[in-house]
């Protein structure tokens, strides 16, 4: 993630500049701080279309999975009209279909419960990650504006 490194670059020169006694105070070529900052802008909507293509994905595994669960039934269903022929046969049959029918409900939940904490996982991470680069933004703005 390239806003990462722009932000470890921001801290480097944070860490590696002139300090100023008693003040807790640095002193950073303003240059290489503005410019760093502004590549962090252009970065940062990169991160966002990260963000927008893991949300994507997030309703393509649950669509992908809803898909999968109705195919089941439909399987389910179609075995179940086949084995209608003798009375026997037609109660196993309606038992066997009961059987998959939970099974795919039961499978197709676990999907979704799945995709849904597996999506739900990276978007906090990516928020957590765009709340820090911002947090540090918004620190370092105040840091210069304090310089002046």
Do not use: C
């Not at 860490?15 to 640095?26: D, M, Q, R, T, Y």
């Not at 049959?93 to 029918?101: C, L, R």
């Not at 995709?115 to 370092?140: C, F, P, S």
């Amino acid at each position: 993630m390239r806003v990462l490194k722009l932000i470890e670059e921001l801290e480097d020169i944070i860490e590696n500049g002139s300090s100023i006694p008693f003040a807790n105070k640095v002193m950073v070529d303003r240059n290489d701080a503005l410019e760093i900052i502004k590549e962090i802008r252009i970065h940062l909507p990169d991160e966002i279309k990260q963000a927008q293509w893991i949300k994507e994905e997030r309703q393509k595994i649950l669509i992908e999975a809803q898909q999968e669960a109705d195919l089941i039934l439909e399987e389910a269903n179609k075995h179940i009209r086949e084995m209608v022929e003798e009375d026997e046969i037609t109660k196993k049959a309606q038992k066997q279909a009961e059987d998959i029918v939970k099974q795919a409900q039961s499978s197709a939940k676990e999907m979704r419960i799945g995709a849904r904490e597996y999506v739900d996982q990276l978007l906090g991470l990516t928020e957590e990650k765009l709340l820090e680069v911002i947090g540090t933004i918004k620190e370092n703005r105040s840091e210069i504006k304090e310089m002046k």
